[in-house]
């Protein structure tokens, strides 16, 4: 079953910010990630956040986590052409080495 | 400095056919990873191994074997394909053992399709 959800789709014009969504099920969850694919490509590791942070910022990323609602959010601030990509979620539960992934969000940039 | 190596990119199979997927990462990391990726699933990990000469399963890992040949080189097997195994395949590799506290990256992936 999912254990890490997120919508689907995300379209926003340039310039503008983009958020997306994540929700999650593990209250035990340590570290949870954000990581962009880019078509016929890898996963790339965007951010990560400690679960006992509120708030990561990178540039133009800022992650913001709600433990007691287990929502974890991407925001891109101007976002570009170049952002276009599936964002995907993950957590790590405590004493485990198994990541569960989210089945991703297609950001599309429109010009 | 490549990173994290999957060969083939692509591959087409048969039912009750095998092969082999093939990672191998450069960056000396001791954890490597196999995950299935399927449309609106996300990633699910098959099998990892925290060190050379272990492996341990992961979320699904019925009908996969795999090998830790050494520290560069994890190898992913199907026995005998079945069409629910149509996926793509990321290996992905951390410098420590453990997932909680590790970076992982990934490779780009191999596109297989069982008929």
């Known amino acids: 079953g999912e254990d890490v959800e997120q919508s689907l789709f995300l379209s926003v014009r340039e310039g503008d910010s983009s958020v997306i969504n994540c929700t999650y099920t593990?209250?035990?969850?340590?570290?949870l990630y954000w990581y962009k694919q880019e078509p016929g490509a890898g996963l790339q590791l965007l951010t990560y956040i400690f679960s006992n942070m509120d708030m990561k910022q990178d540039q133009r990323l800022t992650v913001l986590l709600n433990k007691k609602d287990k929502h974890l959010s991407l925001r891109i601030a101007d976002t570009q052409t170049g952002d276009s990509a599936i964002y995907f979620c993950?957590?790590?539960?405590?004493?485990?080495?198994?990541?569960?992934f989210g089945a991703g969000t297609r950001l599309t940039v429109k010009p | 400095n490549a990173g994290v190596t999957q060969t083939p990119k692509f591959q087409v199979l048969k039912t009750g056919q095998s092969m082999t997927l093939q990672c191998a990462q450069d960056m000396n990391h001791n954890s490597m990873y196999w995950y299935r990726q399927d449309p609106g699933m996300g990633l699910r990990l098959i099998y990892y191994s925290a060190s050379e000469g272990t492996t341990d399963k992961g979320e699904v890992p019925n009908g996969y074997n795999v090998s830790r040949l050494n520290k560069r080189e994890f190898s992913l097997r199907l026995e005998s394909a079945a069409p629910s195994q149509t996926s793509v395949y990321f290996c992905a590799s951390s410098a420590g053992t453990s997932a909680i506290t590790d970076t992982q990256y990934f490779g780009p992936g191999t596109r297989l399709t069982v008929l």
């Open positions: 593990d209250s035990s969850s340590t570290y």
């Open positions: 993950a957590e790590t539960p405590l004493n485990n080495n198994d990541m569960r």
